[in-house]
C-alpha cells in the first residue's frame, strides 16, 4: 500500500470544514480592512530566498525543498511566503501605480524540517502584508487586525511578544557588542551558534537549545543600543497598542529567524502547544524590497502558522463539520428518478443535500439521516406520489409537514432557509 511522505498530510473532511471556517472569517476580516488577496507559484527561483531570508539561515542551509530545472537553474519549493510577495509587488511594479499596497496571502509552504507534532513538511500560512507605509501605526494595524481575526474566531490563551532589533545605522554597533560578548561564551554555545556567531550573532539569541539559552541570557539588550529614530517607532508602537488596549509583553531576546526583519518584529505565543509555541511570528521589513531589486519602500507584514491555529481550535471541541439542510429518502424505483430531479434543483438553490437510492428500509434511511445530522428529511415514495404530497420531517422537533410536489423546491427552499446559515 502507497501512504502519505513522512512529514505531509492529508486534511480530511471532518477536519477540512475548521480550515474553511478559518479561511472564510479571515478573507473577510482582511478585506474589512482593504486587504487583497494575492496567490504566488509554489516554484521560485531559489536566489530570490537565498538573498531575502539570508544564505546562513536553518531554512536556505538545510530545509528547502531545491533542484535543477531542465536548463540546470537552482529553483525551490517555497518556504515562506513574504520574499514571493515582495518579489511580485516588484515584478508587477504596483509601487508605480501606489507604493501603499495591503495584500494577504493563503497557501501550502514546504521546509525539509524534522517532523513533530505542529510541524509538517508541508504547512500552510496566512499573511498579511502593507507595503509604503513606514509608519509605527502600520505596525498597530496590523497587530491588532490579527487581534480581532483571533477574536473572531474566538482563539484565547495567546501573548502577543513584541520587540525591536533596531534599523541599518543602530544595529552594526549592537552587532559588534553582541559578538564581543558571544566570543566569551564559545564554549557554552552549540555548533550552528558557532558556526553564525561572525555573520549574523543575532541569530544566536534565537536559538532554542537549552545550554545556548543559559549561556547568553545575560548578554546586551538590542534595546539598549537603538538609535533615536528606532526608538521613537518602537515608543509610538507600544503607545498605539496601548490605546488599542492590546495587552503585550516586550521580550528583548525576539528577533525572529529571517534575516530580512528590522524594527518591529512580534510573536502570538501560546502554552497549549507544548514546544511550539508560536502560532504568528511577523514585522517590519523595511530593507527587503530594496534588497531584493526594487525601490526603497517599508513593509510590514506577519505570517500565520495555519496549522497551529487549527490545533488550537481543535481544541475547543466546537463542531465545524458539514451537514445537510435536507436528506432526501425514496420509497420506490419511480421515485428515484424525481429524487436525482429535486437534489440537482436543490443543490442550485442553495440547500445542501444528500439523498438515499439504496432502496433500502425508510428505517435504514432515517438512521442514516439522523447519522448525518440532516435537519430535515423528505419523504417520497409510491403513496405520496399518488397523493401529489411529499412529507417532510423537522429532525429535532419531530415534526412532519405536507409538501405538494408541484412547488417542492420552493416550498422546501422557503421552509428551511434558516437552517441553511444565509445561503441563497
Same mark, same amino acid.
Given at each position: 500500500m502507497i501512504q502519505l511522505i513522512r512529514g505531509f498530510k492529508d486534511i480530511l473532511p471532518g477536519e477540512i470544514e475548521i480550515w474553511q471556517h478559518i479561511e472564510t472569517v479571515a478573507r473577510s476580516l482582511f478585506e474589512d480592512f482593504n486587504?487583497?488577496?494575492?496567490?504566488?507559484?509554489?516554484?521560485?527561483? @531559489?536566489?530570490?530566498?537565498a538573498r531575502a531570508i539570508g544564505g546562513d539561515t536553518d531554512i536556505v542551509e538545510k530545509e528547502m525543498y531545491s533542484f535543477p530545472d531542465s536548463k540546470g537553474n537552482p529553483i525551490s519549493m517555497r518556504p515562506e511566503a513574504t520574499a514571493g510577495i515582495v518579489r511580485s509587488y516588484i515584478q508587477h511594479k504596483f509601487y508605480a501605480v501606489d507604493p501603499v499596497q495591503k495584500f494577504y496571502f493563503i497557501g501550502p509552504i514546504f521546509r525539509r524540517e524534522r517532523?513533530? %507534532?505542529?510541524?509538517?513538511?508541508?504547512?500552510?500560512?496566512?499573511?498579511?502584508?502593507?507595503?509604503?507605509v513606514g509608519s509605527p501605526y502600520a505596525d498597530?494595524?496590523?497587530?491588532?487586525?490579527?487581534?480581532?481575526?483571533?477574536?473572531?474566531?474566538?482563539?484565547?490563551? @495567546?501573548?502577543?511578544?513584541i520587540n525591536s532589533i533596531g534599523c541599518p545605522e543602530c544595529r552594526p554597533t549592537y552587532k559588534k557588542t553582541l559578538l564581543k560578548e558571544l566570543n566569551a561564551l564559545s564554549d557554552h554555545l552549540c555548533s550552528d551558534c558557532l558556526r553564525r556567531r561572525d555573520s549574523n550573532p543575532l541569530r544566536?539569541?534565537?536559538? %532554542?537549545?537549552? @545550554?545556548?539559552?543559559?549561556?547568553?541570557k545575560d548578554v546586551a539588550s538590542m534595546l539598549n543600543h537603538l538609535c533615536p529614530a528606532c526608538v521613537d517607532h518602537f515608543d509610538h508602537v507600544k503607545s498605539g497598542l496601548k490605546g488599542l488596549d492590546i495587552d503585550f509583553v516586550v521580550d528583548s531576546r525576539l528577533v525572529r529567524g529571517l534575516d530580512y526583519y528590522t524594527r518591529t518584529v512580534f510573536e502570538m505565543k501560546t502554552t497549549r502547544l507544548g514546544a511550539q509555541d508560536a502560532v504568528v511570528g511577523g514585522g517590519r521589513y523595511d530593507v527587503l524590497v530594496e534588497m531584493l531589486g526594487g525601490p526603497s519602500q517599508p513593509a510590514t507584514?506577519?505570517?500565520?502558522?495555519?496549522?497551529?491555529?487549527?490545533?488550537?481550535?481543535e481544541q475547543d471541541s466546537e463542531d465545524?463539520?458539514?451537514?445537510?439542510?435536507?436528506?432526501?429518502?425514496t420509497l420506490g424505483e419511480s421515485s428515484q428518478e424525481n429524487a436525482v430531479r429535486w437534489s440537482c434543483d436543490l443543490g442550485r438553490a442553495g440547500v445542501r443535500t444528500e439523498m438515499d437510492?439504496?432502496?433500502?428500509?425508510? %428505517?435504514?434511511?432515517? %438512521?442514516?439521516?439522523?447519522?448525518?445530522?440532516a435537519a430535515y428529511v423528505l419523504i417520497a415514495g409510491d403513496k405520496e406520489f399518488e397523493e401529489g404530497e411529499a412529507i417532510l420531517r423537522d429532525m429535532s422537533t419531530k415534526?412532519?409537514?405536507?409538501?405538494?410536489?408541484?412547488d417542492l423546491v420552493e416550498s422546501i427552499r422557503e421552509r428551511i432557509r434558516p437552517v441553511s446559515l444565509g445561503r441563497s
Open positions: 486587504f487583497r488577496e494575492i496567490r504566488l507559484p509554489v516554484l521560485e527561483h @531559489t536566489e530570490l530566498f517532523p513533530q %507534532k505542529g510541524r509538517y513538511r508541508q504547512f500552510y500560512q496566512i499573511n498579511a502584508e502593507i507595503f509604503g498597530v494595524q496590523l497587530i491588532h487586525m490579527l487581534r480581532c481575526l483571533f477574536d473572531r474566531l474566538s482563539v484565547g490563551d @495567546t501573548t502577543l511578544v544566536v539569541l534565537d536559538c %532554542k537549545v537549552p @545550554t545556548c539559552k543559559e549561556a547568553t507584514g506577519f505570517a500565520i502558522g495555519f496549522d497551529r491555529l487549527v490545533e488550537l481550535m465545524y463539520g458539514s451537514t445537510p439542510d435536507l436528506f432526501i429518502a437510492l439504496s432502496g433500502r428500509s425508510l %428505517k435504514s434511511m432515517m %438512521k442514516r439521516a439522523n447519522r448525518l445530522g415534526e412532519q409537514f405536507q409538501i405538494p410536489m408541484s
